[in-house]
DNA sequence: CCTACCGATCGGTAGG
DNA sequence: CCTACCGATCGGTAGG
């Protein structure tokens, strides 16, 4: 429900109203509507936490450890679709873990970044803008759980490929 | 404000005390808090329309159709940074016009697609998922904005043509 | 898990 | 553009 109207548009009453309860009775299950927002994202920072430090520690070639990470990226999106979405705009409204939730971000991206230069030069890649390469794919990838959900038919191996293949490769001939 | 704090987590009195006004005088200038999102939305919604109207009927290959389309999307970005902001989730608190923005939406996108089909076709691009591609270079523009207000000290032209080449061509050697 | 209810705050209006 | 204020709704609590 946070997805579809946002966390702050979203109040206890409709949550109450689809779990079937009294709004009142919710609060034998959550301690507060900031904690929902707090689990889900949380959880997502350790997985995406899991996963660079897996991916770091690794010892494979820099251009492979970026593949790693955006298939990695691609299975959490499949797993965690609904949670994934609160990632680009509703963090914004944690409380106590805002900044935690910031820094585990950061970190990711600084990581993310040491890969691709070494994987320039490596020579593995061109030259390249390290920053808005980053963006440009981290933003696609974070933005994955809206495509997916409009299309859960596609194999996900094919997925994979085909993302890690338009992210690397390009897709001019 | 929007942009920082969502639309729904904005509050009228916020953006009376950012104005230097009472609450109440805010409705001399606007109808109403919904009125300030639907514009700028709206307006948005007219400037992509233009640019994939523009583009669409100019006499030069798909594969070119693209680059310009690119480059438009990266002017709007910069020249309404805080508007676009809004673009990826805050239209879902749109009301009479909701309808309205996802129907142009779905244009956009659609003619899109069919300027990637053209060029799979002329053989300029590799043969590719087409939703996929568009939902992959489409999710990367739309996240401009938060890069580029972190990062306004980049020369556009060099941006444009860094960004096209990344999302064209892709980054490997 | 419910009924009953709270103080706070919301978008917006009346009237000047 | 202000003071004063409205009905509605919010997240959450008391007490059972």
Redesign the pocket.
Same mark, same amino acid.
């Given at each position: 429900m946070f997805r579809k109207r946002g966390y !702050? #548009? !979203? !109040? *206890?009453?409709?949550? #109450?109203r689809e779990?079937? *309860?009294?709004? #009142? +009775?919710?609060?034998?299950?959550?301690? +507060?509507?900031?904690?929902i927002l707090e689990s889900a994202l949380m959880h997502l920072a350790n997985l995406y936490n899991d996963s660079i430090q897996n991916t770091i520690k690794q010892n494979i070639p820099p251009i492979k450890k970026l593949e790693q990470l955006i298939i990695d990226q691609i299975d959490i999106t499949i797993n965690n679709v609904d949670a994934v979405s609160l990632v680009p705009s509703e963090w914004v409204h944690l409380e106590q873990f805002k900044g935690k939730f910031i820094d585990r971000r950061n970190e990711y991206e600084s990581s993310f970044k040491l890969i691709l230069k070494q994987a320039v030069k490596d020579n593995d890649l061109r030259s390249l803008d390290i920053e808005l390469t980053t963006f440009s794919i981290l933003s696609t990838l974070r933005y994955l759980h809206s495509w997916y959900s409009r299309n859960k038919e596609m194999d996900i191996e094919n997925l994979k490929n085909e993302l890690s293949k338009n992210l690397l490769e390009g897709i001019k001939n």
């Open positions: !702050t #548009a !979203t !109040t *206890m009453r409709d949550i #109450a779990v079937g *309860m009294e709004p #009142a +009775s919710l609060y034998n299950h959550i301690r +507060s509507k900031q904690d």
